[in-house]
Every structure is written in structure tokens, then in C-alpha cells.
């Protein structure tokens, strides 16, 4: 049959099992949201306050659910406003379609009125960017989109497609996802290397076995997981296996929530503000078992030294991250879940013990002192959170210092509820994160957890927390100063404040009244139990502006460029 480009669009986006979507329109977009009119019943579409909201509310109903997630865009700024959302959700390997439109096909090249070139500027930050300026391509372009999206190492795809393309007839003809991809491998398509991932080869027995010796060799053991394991679905599988091999598990930022962090033998976050029994334990344990983990900087802090007592297991979906910032002893380049259930299978008739290795990194444990303060204390406040979620929620953060706070004082027990900005660090990403979260997850609750200054780059997608009542909690650590980057000038710039002081407007509270957000000032621990229970049990959208000493540190912290021992704050 012959529809209408709009309409194919929509009607590919429905095979899809899309129903949610967020955006915001513009005039080579409105073809398409001109057509959204009669899919209302279908398609629920999220107006945003800015692109840039949409893209990172869009990866944090990707996130939070393990669907794809669907961004809207117009063209010339509409479309670089996403490039932020684009490429925060490219370093966390999370699957996003955004779907722009351009100037008609024969103003491209011209500097036409909002003209740019979306698809060149996206590509070092997308799995693959569509150009679509015929309508035949559109359908199998936006199918193939989807599935790239999800299929091996998960990311984003983005769709440019011309405004005459949208106004076009075309033959249309319904297909489903499964359908989809058996018309891949029947015609050999998804063999083409943009495809890798999507049918993954069998397992050579070999290196298994090879895993296995290295396994039965060693006597300190240590296991790292990270986000590969949630990406995969292999949480299961990653909680039977380090029970059967008797090992600590510690996990990176990532990766929190892969195993849940009451388990006895979960270590804690690896890494320059990872635990010290976690870093103790990885610089001297004798073989290192990477799950699902890039080995980035973060987590290494120095690669030169990192574990260089060990033999290292790296096992990813990627096989460009082998051997790229850790050279490895044994790889294994495949479907996390599906290696872990084949480890599984073969370790069942063996028996491992690790008593006293356990005992030797349960010894690593120190208690971390905190320095006095007349303001509020983070780690009982996001304790207090915790208590109050029944350790439940789904916290989204910014980037800073709350963000490790965060990490480090509310234990996930389940995957998908921490949702932060790990690879890219973006500040700003908290906000949208979390009302795409709370979409995505209308039961559970969903705390925003954000710094002075991080909130400062969001906190006009109040407007749409307040339009659609939205039920979020954001609590707004206010320490007058950039805190992060503070601490970085107290330790290692001899306390040159430089440009990071924000003593200044807005008042965050008036702020969320003028959204008709009720706002709470909080400047007591007693004050923060009352305002946070009261905003829990409202059932409404919420802001805690509280009061936080602008030199309270994240602690521990390991220096850049140093031995993961090197505890610079403790």
C-alpha cells in the first residue's frame, strides 16, 4: 500500500513497540507532528522545554526500561542541540533513535535556512547516522535503526530524513521486528560489518578452557563488573558465578547494580572513588576478571601499574575494547550473558574455595572518617533516601560530587536503577534522565539527585516536570560552588579557586514555585526527613534545595595518573 513519508514513519515506529516519545518541534519537523496528531491514542509524545532535555530524557527511559529509547528533532539548531544527549548516550552504550528532519532535498548543500549536516556531525557519536532524501529508503532505514540500536553493543542511531521525503508517497509494507531479522540473515545482510553483534558466533571451546585454567590457577581471584553486565541482562548469570567461584565482585559506576550491593561478597565501586577495599583488593589480587567493562581511566586511574600482580580475563560484546587501555591475558569476545552461562555450565562440576583471600580483602575494609560540619551530611541524607525507598527507587544524578555520593551511600540491589552520565560526564543529564526514567517506570520512585551547579544547566525541564505532573523528587545539593572541580583545586591547585564559586542567583526554591513546584529550604538533617517524607508521600513533583559545606569532599579519592592505592583523601 501507498502512505504518506509521515506515516511510515509512525507506522514503523508502532512495529517497533514504540509508544513513548520525546521532542520538540520546529518547521522541517512538522510533516511529522503534524501526522503524531492522529497517533495520540498510539503514541504518547513528551514535550520538552529543549532538545537537549529530550535527548537525555529519551537515554533515560532507554536506561531505566531496556527499551530503545525515540527523540524528535527539528533541523539546523533543533538537531545540534541533541549532539550533547547523542554522544552521552554513545559513551554509556545506550540505545536512543533520534529522528531528525532536514531542509527539502534540493536545498541540501545550499546553506539553506536551518540547513546542517546532522549525519556528518553525529557520526564519531552514533552506532550509524541515516541521511534518508528518497522515500523508498525510509522504512528499511528506520527497521535497520532499531535493530542496530539494540543488537550487540547497544547505542544510539540517528535518522536524518529531508522534509519533501516526509510529504512523499510511498509502498509500505508491515513488518515486524522478528520478521525483520530473518529477512537479515536469509539474504546474508546481517553479515555486513555494521551489523556485527547481532548474531554472534558459537564460543570456541578453546577459549573457554582457557578461561577455566586461569580460573582453577588462581588463589586471588577478582572479579569486575561493569555495565556490560546490565546491558546484557546477565545479572543472574553474574551472581551464580561468583558464588560458585567463591570470589569478591566489586563493580564500576556503570555497573552498580549488576549484583546487588548487599551481597556478601560485593566489594563496593572500583575506581578513583571506588572503595578502598575494592582498590586494595584489585592492585593485589593475582588474576583480574573483566565482565562487561571498557577498563577506562576512571577505574584504572593509571594503566601502566593496574594490576600488574595479575593476569587479566577481559570478556565484551566490543571486540575494539580488547587489549585498548589494558593489555589482557585471555579474551573472550561475545554475549556476556551467553558466556556466562556456558562458564556456568562447565565450572558445575567443580569446586572452588577462596576462604582466605575472602578474609584477606575483608581485612582491606576501613572506616572512612568524616569531617565535622555545622550544614547537612551527603551520606546520611541519600542513607535517609534510601530507607525511606526502601532502597527501591531510581536514582538519576548530574555529574559531580553528588554524583559519587550517590554511587557510594545508596546501595542498588537490582540493574537499571542507577542512571548517571559515566563516559561523557554530562552535566545537566540528571533532570531529563530522570522524568524519562519515571515514564518509563510510573510505579517506582525516582529521586533526582543533582548539585547547585549542575542543576543550573537543567532546571528549565522544570517546566515540563510541572506540565505533566510529574511525580520527581529532586534534591539539590547546594554548596554554592562547582564541588568537584573545587575539590580538584583544594588538592592538586594549591586551593586556586578559579571561576568555581556560584554565589549567585537563582533561588532554587522560588525557582520551583514559579514551575507551581513545591519547593522546600532544607538546612538541617531533621528538616531533610521531614521535607523528603512529606514530598514522597505527596505523590507530586518536588525540589529540596539543601544546604551543603562548599568544602565537604568525596572521599576516598585517588589521583589521576596514580597506583589505585595512592589515596590522596581518606
Known amino acids: 500500500m501507498k502512505i504518506k513519508g509521515t506515516k511510515i514513519i509512525l507506522e514503523c ?11 520538540y518541534p520546529g518547521g522541517t519537523i512538522l510533516n511529522l507532528y503534524d501526522e503524531l496528531y492522529d497517533y495520540k491514542d498510539k503514541i504518547t509524545h513528551i514535550l520538552t522545554a529543549h532538545e537537549q532535555g529530550a535527548s537525555h530524557a529519551a537515554d533515560g527511559y532507554a536506561r531505566s526500561t531496556g527499551k530503545v529509547g525515540v527523540c524528535f528533532a527539528t533541523s539546523g539548531p533543533g538537531a545540534t542541540n541533541l549532539t550533547t544527549g547523542i554522544a552521552t548516550a554513545y559513551m554509556d552504550s545506550s540505545p536512543v533513535v533520534f529522528i531528525t528532519c532536514n531542509v527539502v532535498d534540493p536545498c541540501i548543500g545550499t546553506d539553506a535556512f536551518q540547513e546542517v549536516n546532522i549525519t556528518g556531525i553525529s557520526a564519531p557519536i552514533t552506532k550509524n547516522s541515516y541521511f534518508i532524501n528518497h522515500i523508498d529508503d525510509l522504512a528499511p532505514s528506520i527497521r535497520e535503526a532499531f535493530t542496530l540500536a539494540k543488537s550487540g553493543r547497544p547505542g544510539p542511531v540517528l535518522l536524518d530524513v529531508t522534509k519533501d521525503v516526509t510529504a512523499a508517497m510511498g509502498e509500505f509494507t508491515p513488518m515486524t521486528k522478528e520478521e525483520y531479522i530473518e529477512e537479515l540473515i536469509k539474504t546474508d545482510k546481517v553479515n555486513r560489518p555494521v551489523f556485527r553483534g547481532i548474531k554472534h558466533a558459537e564460543l570456541q571451546d578453546g ?3 582457557t578461561v577455566l585454567e586461569l580460573l582453577e590457577e588462581s588463589q586471588k581471584p577478582f572479579v569486575i563488573a561493569g555495565g556490560g553486565i546490565i546491558k546484557a541482562g546477565a545479572e543472574k548469570e553474574l551472581k551464580e558465578f561468583v558464588e560458585k567461584y567463591d570470589t569478591p565482585v566489586c563493580s564500576t559506576l556503570m555497573g552498580l547494580g549488576g549484583i546487588d550491593a548487599h551481597h556478601p561478597l560485593f566489594t563496593g565501586m572500583i575506581g578513583m572513588h571506588g572503595t578502598q577495599t575494592s582498590n586494595q583488593a584489585v592492585t593485589n589480587c593475582d588474576l583480574i576478571i573483566g565482565l562487561g567493562t571498557r577498563f577506562n581511566d576512571r ?5 601502566s601499574v593496574f594490576g600488574e600482580k595479575a593476569k587479566i580475563i577481559h570478556v565484551d560484546i566490543d571486540e575494539a575494547e580488547i587489549d585498548k587501555n ?16 556456558l562458564l556456568n555450565q562447565k565450572m558445575a562440576e567443580k569446586s572452588y574455595c577462596h576462604e582466605e583471600w575472602k578474609k584477606t580483602v575483608a581485612a582491606y575494609q576501613e572506616k572512612t572518617v568524616y569531617n565535622e560540619s555545622k550544614y547537612l551530611n551527603p551520606k546520611e541524607m541519600i542513607e535517609f533516601v534510601e530507607k525511606e525507598t526502601n532502597g527501591e527507587a531510581i536514582i538519576a544524578t548530574d555529574v559531580g560530587q553528588h554524583q559519587m555520593w550517590a554511587a557510594q551511600y545508596y546501595t542498588y540491589k537490582r540493574p537499571k536503577q542507577s542512571i548517571t552520565s559515566g563516559g561523557f560526564g554530562t ?3 540528571g533532570l531529563g534522565a530522570a522524568i524519562g526514567s519515571k515514564i518509563g517506570n510510573p510505579e517506582v520512585p525516582v529521586v533526582h539527585i543533582t548539585g547547585d551547579g549542575s542543576f543550573r544547566m537543567n532546571s528549565n525541564e522544570l517546566a515540563t516536570v510541572s506540565y505533566y505532573d510529574i511525580p520527581i523528587i529532586t534534591i539539590v545539593f547546594n554548596n554554592t560552588v562547582l564541588g568537584m572541580v573545587r575539590q580538584w583545586q583544594h588538592l592538586m591547585y594549591q586551593e586556586r579557586y578559579s571561576e568555581t564559586t556560584l554565589d549567585r542567583a537563582p533561588d532554587f526554591v522560588k525557582l520551583a514555585e514559579a514551575y507551581d513546584i513545591k519547593g522546600y529550604r532544607v538546612d538541617t538533617m531533621e528538616a531533610f526527613k521531614i521535607a523528603f517524607r512529606e514530598a514522597l508521600e505527596s505523590g507530586k513533583p518536588a525540589l529540596l534545595d539543601c544546604k551543603i559545606d562548599k568544602d565537604e569532599m568525596v572521599n576516598p579519592m585517588v589521583a589521576p595518573g596514580s597506583n589505585l592505592t595512592n589515596f590522596i583523601l581518606d
Request: aromatic fraction near 6%; glycine fraction near 10%.
Open 207 to 209: 577459549i573457554i578452557d
Open 427 to 429: 552535566m545537566g543529564f
Open 13 to 23: 515506529l508502532l512495529e517497533q513497540g514504540v509508544d513513548t516519545v520525546f521532542g
Open 299 to 303: 577505574i584504572t586511574c593509571s594503566s
Open 326 to 341: 589494558v593489555q589482557t591475558d585471555c579474551s573472550v569476545v561475545g554475549d556476556l550473558k551467553a558466556v556466562l552461562t
